[in-house]
T-cell receptor, first 112, second 114 residues
Framework: KQEVTQIPAALSVPEGENLVLNCSFT??????LQWFRQDPGKGLTSLLL?????REQTSGRLNASLDKSSGRSTLYIAASQPGDSATYLC???????????FGAGTQVVVTP | ETGVTQTPRHLVMGMTNKKSLKCEQH?????MYWYKQSAKKPLELMFV???????ENNSVPSRFSPECPNSSHLFLHLHTLQPEDSALYLC?????????????FGSGTRLTVV
């Protein structure tokens, strides 16, 4: 059974610092991996999608890497801002129906 | 709006009530999902529909009854719920088999059972 783990569970940094969020998964047979952002009490916003054949994806200040063989992904957020405060969720798809298996998330606080 | 719309945003219901959650997508996706998010727990998949057929029922109690009348609409019918069913219920859609499986989520329905 696929298990997804996110470390750390919580992270607090001063504004301007770079953020590094880690995700690991136990079964490397994935279709893709997605990073989401969730603000308190809200739905999920998709940040980056990495196909199983890709090594990384970039969007603005965000960069996500994927190492399937070791079962790891890392989300980097450069020059953090208070608006980046949220919970970041990692999820993998492991079957053709597109079912997502989520990690528990990393709660990020960026202080001004 | 994200392209996936959920109503209502908030719902308070008694344990003997019957209510329904609604989800609508205008993205041309061919699969729709219900997820449950409880406090301090990872998101859990409840149901998967693809081309209006249910392809997954993830051991969900029968007091939750999904319905998918067409590829754009998904409902979750609720009856005789328990207080532990209080949670954020999220609908999502995706395009399966033919590309990236990229997901779009709705904003969720915050359900409180009293």
């Amino acid at each position: 059974k696929q298990e997804v783990t996110q470390i750390p569970a919580a992270l607090s940094v001063p504004e301007g610092e770079n953020l590094v969020l880690n995700c690991s998964f136990t079964d490397s047979a994935i279709y893709n991996l997605q990073w989401f952002r969730q603000d308190p009490g809200k739905g999920l916003t998709s940040l980056l999608l990495i196909q199983s054949s890709q090594r990384e994806q970039t969007s603005g200040r965000l960069n996500a890497s994927l190492d399937k063989s070791s079962g790891r992904s890392t989300l980097y957020i450069a020059a953090s801002q208070p608006g980046d405060s949220a919970t970041y969720l990692c999820a993998v798809i492991t079957d053709s129906w597109g079912k997502l298996q989520f990690g528990a998330g990393t709660q990020v606080v960026v202080t001004p | 709006e994200t392209g996936v719309t959920q109503t209502p945003r908030h719902l308070v219901m008694g344990m003997t009530n019957k209510k329904s959650l609604k989800c609508e997508q205008h993205l041309g996706h061919n699969a729709m999902y219900w997820y449950k998010q409880s406090a301090k727990k990872p998101l859990e998949l409840m149901f998967v529909y693809s081309l209006e057929e249910r392809v997954e029922n993830n051991s969900v109690p029968s007091r939750f009854s999904p319905e998918c009348p067409n590829s754009s609409h998904l409902f979750l019918h609720l009856h005789t719920l328990q207080p532990e069913d209080s949670a954020l219920y999220l609908c999502a859609s995706s395009r399966v088999w033919e590309g990236s499986y990229g997901y779009t989520f709705g904003s969720g329905t915050r359900l409180t059972v009293v």
